[in-house]
């Protein structure tokens, strides 16, 4: 019964891609979810390789993955649902919306740091078949150390 609520609750949104009249509204998920937020210049930033999804649920964006493809090699940059929306799935389903499309690519490695203290989002990248490939120490800006975390073919 659970699974299918939640199942049900996720069918309602659409992963489109980011435009920068989103850029105030992907601030705010950062701010309410960062320490020290990006600036919205840092959201804009583009190159080449970017792959930028935003989470809508009905006309609203809930979450954001920022991300880069770059031929089999893949980053995950940022990813952040709004607080109020956190916990009911749309990580999973933004985080398995980019594994898919880098499936698609023929990405062959997904990279991602994640804090060592981000217990929610270890556990969101362990579910999903990341493993730990090392720690970099001292890696944030407050001092604290990030995980290196893959995701392998
Ligand atoms: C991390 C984050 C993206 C996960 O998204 P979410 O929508 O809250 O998580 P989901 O509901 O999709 O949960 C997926 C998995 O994540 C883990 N998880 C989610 N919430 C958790 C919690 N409160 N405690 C422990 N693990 C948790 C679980 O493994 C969960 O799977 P399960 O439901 O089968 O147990 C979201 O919580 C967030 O935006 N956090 C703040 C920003 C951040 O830390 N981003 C990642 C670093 S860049």
Redesign the pocket.
């Known amino acids: 019964m659970e699974e299918k609520e939640r199942k049900d609750t996720r069918e309602e949104v659409l992963i489109r891609a980011f435009k920068k009249e989103d850029v105030d509204f992907v601030y705010k998920i950062i701010e309410e979810?960062?320490p020290r937020p990006w600036i919205r210049e840092q959201i804009l930033l583009e190159n080449v390789f970017s792959y930028k999804v935003v989470l809508e649920k009905e006309g609203e964006i809930i979450g954001f993955l920022f991300g880069e493809i770059i031929y089999e090699e893949a980053n995950v940059l940022?990813?952040?649902?709004k607080k109020d929306?956190?916990?009911?799935?749309?990580?999973?389903?933004l985080l398995d919306h980019f594994v898919q499309v880098c499936k698609n690519k023929e990405v062959n490695k997904i990279l991602l740091e994640?804090s060592t203290e981000?217990?929610?989002?270890i556990?969101?990248y362990r579910?999903k078949g990341f493993k730990k490939l090392s720690i970099r120490k001292k890696y944030y800006s407050n001092g604290s150390d990030a995980f290196l975390m893959a995701l392998e073919k």
Do not use: P, R, S
């Open positions: 979810n960062f940022l990813i952040a649902i929306y956190q916990g009911k799935g749309f990580g999973e389903l994640v981000n217990k929610k989002a556990n969101l579910k």
